[in-house]
T-cell receptor, first 111, second 112 residues
Framework: ELKVEQNPLFLSMQEGKNYTIYCNYSTTSDRLYWYRQDPGKSLESLFVLLSNGAVKQEGRLMASLDTKARLSTLHITAAVHDLSATYFCAVAQGTGNQFYFGTGTSLTVIP | ETGVTQSPTHLIKTRGQQVTLRCSSQSGHNTVSWYQQALGQGPQFIFQYYREEENGRGNFPPRFSGLQFPNYSSELNVNALELDDSALYLC???????????FGPGTRLTVT
Protein backbone atom coordinates (compact mmCIF):
# COMPACT_ATOMS: atom_id res chain seq x y z
CA GLU A 1 0.00 0.00 0.00
CA LEU A 2 1.34 3.39 -0.99
CA LYS A 3 2.19 5.60 1.97
CA VAL A 4 2.83 9.31 1.71
CA GLU A 5 4.32 11.11 4.68
CA GLN A 6 4.88 14.80 5.21
CA ASN A 7 6.87 16.60 7.81
CA PRO A 8 6.50 18.64 9.75
CA LEU A 9 2.78 18.24 10.47
CA PHE A 10 2.63 21.70 12.02
CA LEU A 11 4.83 24.65 11.21
CA SER A 12 4.78 28.07 12.82
CA MET A 13 7.17 30.49 11.24
CA GLN A 14 7.89 34.17 11.38
CA GLU A 15 7.33 36.43 8.44
CA GLY A 16 10.42 36.80 6.33
CA LYS A 17 11.89 33.43 7.24
CA ASN A 18 12.58 30.45 4.99
CA TYR A 19 11.50 26.88 5.55
CA THR A 20 11.08 23.54 3.75
CA ILE A 21 8.28 20.98 3.90
CA TYR A 22 9.21 17.40 3.06
CA CYS A 23 7.13 14.74 1.36
CA ASN A 24 8.28 11.10 1.31
CA TYR A 25 6.47 8.31 -0.47
CA SER A 26 6.86 4.57 -0.38
CA THR A 27 6.53 3.31 -3.97
CA THR A 28 7.77 4.37 -7.36
CA SER A 29 5.96 7.27 -8.99
CA ASP A 30 7.00 10.08 -11.29
CA ARG A 31 3.90 12.22 -10.70
CA LEU A 32 3.89 14.37 -7.60
CA TYR A 33 1.50 17.21 -6.79
CA TRP A 34 1.33 19.98 -4.24
CA TYR A 35 -1.95 21.51 -3.11
CA ARG A 36 -2.97 24.27 -0.77
CA GLN A 37 -6.12 24.14 1.32
CA ASP A 38 -7.63 27.01 3.28
CA PRO A 39 -9.95 26.19 6.21
CA GLY A 40 -13.30 24.83 5.03
CA LYS A 41 -12.28 25.07 1.38
CA SER A 42 -11.38 22.67 -1.39
CA LEU A 43 -7.90 22.00 -2.80
CA GLU A 44 -6.01 24.56 -4.83
CA SER A 45 -3.39 23.16 -7.19
CA LEU A 46 0.08 24.65 -6.69
CA PHE A 47 2.54 22.47 -8.60
CA VAL A 48 2.62 19.40 -10.82
CA LEU A 49 6.00 17.62 -10.94
CA LEU A 50 6.29 14.98 -13.65
CA SER A 51 9.92 13.89 -13.81
CA ASN A 52 12.99 13.28 -11.72
CA GLY A 53 14.75 16.53 -10.99
CA ALA A 54 11.72 18.66 -11.81
CA VAL A 55 11.73 22.06 -10.15
CA LYS A 56 8.93 24.59 -10.30
CA GLN A 57 8.60 28.01 -8.73
CA GLU A 58 5.68 30.35 -8.21
CA GLY A 59 6.18 33.45 -6.14
CA ARG A 60 7.60 32.53 -2.73
CA LEU A 61 7.07 28.79 -3.23
CA MET A 62 9.37 26.35 -4.98
CA ALA A 63 8.81 22.61 -5.36
CA SER A 64 11.22 19.89 -6.41
CA LEU A 65 11.08 16.15 -7.03
CA ASP A 66 13.69 13.43 -6.56
CA THR A 67 12.09 10.19 -7.76
CA LYS A 68 15.13 8.09 -6.84
CA ALA A 69 14.89 9.18 -3.21
CA ARG A 70 11.07 9.23 -3.40
CA LEU A 71 11.19 12.72 -1.96
CA SER A 72 9.63 16.04 -2.85
CA THR A 73 10.20 19.35 -1.11
CA LEU A 74 8.20 22.55 -0.93
CA HIS A 75 10.44 25.47 -0.06
CA ILE A 76 9.03 28.69 1.29
CA THR A 77 11.08 31.85 0.86
CA ALA A 78 10.53 34.99 2.96
CA ALA A 79 7.17 33.84 4.30
CA VAL A 80 4.22 36.21 4.42
CA HIS A 81 0.96 35.88 6.35
CA ASP A 82 -1.02 35.07 3.18
CA LEU A 83 0.83 31.75 2.94
CA SER A 84 -0.86 30.49 6.12
CA ALA A 85 -2.80 27.36 5.05
CA THR A 86 -2.50 23.57 5.00
CA TYR A 87 -0.26 22.13 2.30
CA PHE A 88 -0.65 18.62 0.92
CA CYS A 89 1.51 16.59 -1.38
CA ALA A 90 -0.09 13.82 -3.44
CA VAL A 91 1.40 10.95 -5.41
CA ALA A 92 -0.37 9.55 -8.46
CA GLN A 93 -0.75 5.81 -9.00
CA GLY A 94 -2.64 3.56 -11.34
CA THR A 95 -3.77 3.76 -14.93
CA GLY A 96 -6.31 6.41 -14.03
CA ASN A 97 -3.94 8.63 -12.11
CA GLN A 98 -5.41 8.02 -8.66
CA PHE A 99 -4.08 10.36 -6.00
CA TYR A 100 -2.70 9.37 -2.61
CA PHE A 101 -2.30 12.32 -0.30
CA GLY A 102 0.11 13.04 2.49
CA THR A 103 -0.92 13.90 6.01
CA GLY A 104 -0.70 17.63 5.37
CA THR A 105 1.42 20.40 6.87
CA SER A 106 -0.45 23.16 8.68
CA LEU A 107 1.52 26.36 8.18
CA THR A 108 1.01 29.46 10.27
CA VAL A 109 3.01 32.56 9.45
CA ILE A 110 3.20 34.99 12.34
CA PRO A 111 4.20 38.66 12.15
CA GLU B 1 -15.81 26.38 -19.46
CA THR B 2 -17.72 25.11 -16.41
CA GLY B 3 -15.66 23.77 -13.52
CA VAL B 4 -16.41 20.78 -11.30
CA THR B 5 -19.55 21.25 -9.24
CA GLN B 6 -20.85 19.23 -6.29
CA SER B 7 -24.17 19.09 -4.50
CA PRO B 8 -25.29 19.55 -1.87
CA THR B 9 -22.80 21.85 -0.16
CA HIS B 10 -23.66 20.67 3.33
CA LEU B 11 -25.64 17.72 4.59
CA ILE B 12 -26.62 16.40 8.01
CA LYS B 13 -27.68 12.78 8.36
CA THR B 14 -28.41 10.38 11.19
CA ARG B 15 -26.40 7.23 11.84
CA GLY B 16 -27.81 4.30 9.87
CA GLN B 17 -29.28 6.44 7.09
CA GLN B 18 -28.21 6.47 3.46
CA VAL B 19 -26.84 9.45 1.52
CA THR B 20 -26.21 10.33 -2.13
CA LEU B 21 -23.69 12.97 -3.14
CA ARG B 22 -23.46 14.34 -6.67
CA CYS B 23 -20.68 15.60 -8.88
CA SER B 24 -20.75 17.23 -12.30
CA SER B 25 -17.49 16.92 -14.18
CA GLN B 26 -15.72 19.71 -15.95
CA SER B 27 -16.79 19.86 -19.57
CA GLY B 28 -15.42 16.93 -21.60
CA HIS B 29 -13.80 15.12 -18.70
CA ASN B 30 -14.55 11.38 -18.77
CA THR B 31 -12.98 10.30 -15.49
CA VAL B 32 -14.23 11.02 -11.99
CA SER B 33 -12.50 10.26 -8.70
CA TRP B 34 -13.95 10.56 -5.20
CA TYR B 35 -12.04 11.35 -2.03
CA GLN B 36 -12.95 11.48 1.64
CA GLN B 37 -11.26 14.05 3.85
CA ALA B 38 -11.84 13.66 7.58
CA LEU B 39 -11.17 16.66 9.77
CA GLY B 40 -7.45 17.31 10.16
CA GLN B 41 -6.42 14.63 7.67
CA GLY B 42 -5.45 14.39 4.04
CA PRO B 43 -7.96 13.28 1.42
CA GLN B 44 -8.25 9.51 0.97
CA PHE B 45 -9.01 7.91 -2.39
CA ILE B 46 -12.39 6.17 -2.40
CA PHE B 47 -12.80 5.08 -6.02
CA GLN B 48 -12.59 6.22 -9.60
CA TYR B 49 -14.96 5.87 -12.54
CA TYR B 50 -14.13 5.87 -16.23
CA ARG B 51 -16.71 5.27 -18.96
CA GLU B 52 -19.28 4.29 -16.32
CA GLU B 53 -17.07 1.51 -14.90
CA GLU B 54 -15.23 1.49 -11.60
CA ASN B 55 -11.50 1.75 -12.22
CA GLY B 56 -9.72 1.35 -8.93
CA ARG B 57 -10.89 1.52 -5.34
CA GLY B 58 -9.24 2.57 -2.12
CA ASN B 59 -9.61 0.93 1.27
CA PHE B 60 -13.32 1.61 1.76
CA PRO B 61 -16.07 -0.91 2.58
CA PRO B 62 -18.74 -1.94 0.04
CA ARG B 63 -21.32 0.36 1.64
CA PHE B 64 -19.50 3.09 -0.31
CA SER B 65 -20.66 2.76 -3.89
CA GLY B 66 -20.76 4.94 -6.93
CA LEU B 67 -22.14 5.53 -10.37
CA GLN B 68 -21.02 7.40 -13.42
CA PHE B 69 -23.57 8.46 -16.00
CA PRO B 70 -23.24 8.78 -19.79
CA ASN B 71 -22.78 12.55 -19.42
CA TYR B 72 -19.86 11.74 -17.06
CA SER B 73 -21.55 13.13 -13.97
CA SER B 74 -21.23 10.91 -10.93
CA GLU B 75 -22.83 9.92 -7.65
CA LEU B 76 -21.34 8.64 -4.42
CA ASN B 77 -23.70 6.58 -2.27
CA VAL B 78 -23.03 5.65 1.32
CA ASN B 79 -25.30 3.19 3.10
CA ALA B 80 -25.66 2.55 6.82
CA LEU B 81 -23.95 5.79 7.76
CA GLU B 82 -21.54 5.76 10.69
CA LEU B 83 -20.31 8.64 12.78
CA ASP B 84 -16.83 8.25 11.23
CA ASP B 85 -18.30 8.97 7.80
CA SER B 86 -18.49 12.62 8.80
CA ALA B 87 -16.07 14.31 6.42
CA LEU B 88 -15.59 16.57 3.42
CA TYR B 89 -16.21 14.57 0.25
CA LEU B 90 -14.33 15.80 -2.79
CA CYS B 91 -14.75 14.76 -6.37
CA UNK B 92 -12.20 15.40 -9.07
CA UNK B 93 -12.59 15.14 -12.82
CA UNK B 94 -10.05 14.67 -15.58
CA UNK B 95 -9.47 13.25 -19.02
CA UNK B 96 -8.54 9.57 -18.86
CA UNK B 97 -4.95 9.19 -17.58
CA UNK B 98 -4.35 12.92 -17.80
CA UNK B 99 -1.85 14.07 -15.21
CA UNK B 100 -4.12 16.88 -14.03
CA UNK B 101 -7.25 16.49 -11.90
CA UNK B 102 -9.67 19.29 -11.11
CA PHE B 103 -11.29 19.26 -7.71
CA GLY B 104 -14.79 20.39 -6.89
CA PRO B 105 -15.70 22.50 -3.87
CA GLY B 106 -16.71 19.46 -1.81
CA THR B 107 -19.73 18.32 0.17
CA ARG B 108 -19.52 18.54 3.95
CA LEU B 109 -21.33 15.53 5.46
CA THR B 110 -22.11 15.43 9.17
CA VAL B 111 -23.44 12.21 10.68
CA THR B 112 -25.08 12.52 14.10
Amino acid sequence: ELKVEQNPLFLSMQEGKNYTIYCNYSTTSDRLYWYRQDPGKSLESLFVLLSNGAVKQEGRLMASLDTKARLSTLHITAAVHDLSATYFCAVAQGTGNQFYFGTGTSLTVIP
Amino acid sequence: ETGVTQSPTHLIKTRGQQVTLRCSSQSGHNTVSWYQQALGQGPQFIFQYYREEENGRGNFPPRFSGLQFPNYSSELNVNALELDDSALYLCASSFWNSYEQYFGPGTRLTVT
